[in-house]
């Protein structure tokens, strides 16, 4: 169905102008969506073959920094999932 915008603009005049916040909410929301599924559009899932030509896997190979990887990523982890909040700006400390 095709619809113009004079279309719309007559509709527009058609309502009380107090009810015009409504379609500015509506118009909100459709923006809203629209950016959701571009958004979705351009997001895919990484395949195996995709993962393993990121260079991510392997990536602390070589550090001596970091002892047992393991254990390093157990640890980030857990920092990560524990990080304490303040009470005023609940933000990490």
Do not use: C
């Amino acid at each position: 169905m095709s619809v113009t915008e004079q279309e719309i603009l007559e509709e527009l005049r058609g309502l009380d102008p107090s009810r015009w916040f409504e379609v500015q909410d509506f118009i909100a929301y459709l923006k809203q969506r629209l950016a959701k599924e571009r958004v979705r559009e351009h997001t895919r899932q990484m395949t195996a073959r995709d993962l393993l030509e990121s260079g991510l896997v392997g990536l602390w190979a070589d550090r001596d920094d970091i002892g047992d990887s393991l254990e390093f990523a157990r640890n980030l982890r857990y920092g990560a999932g524990h990080r304490r909040r303040t009470p005023d700006t609940d933000t990490p400390d």
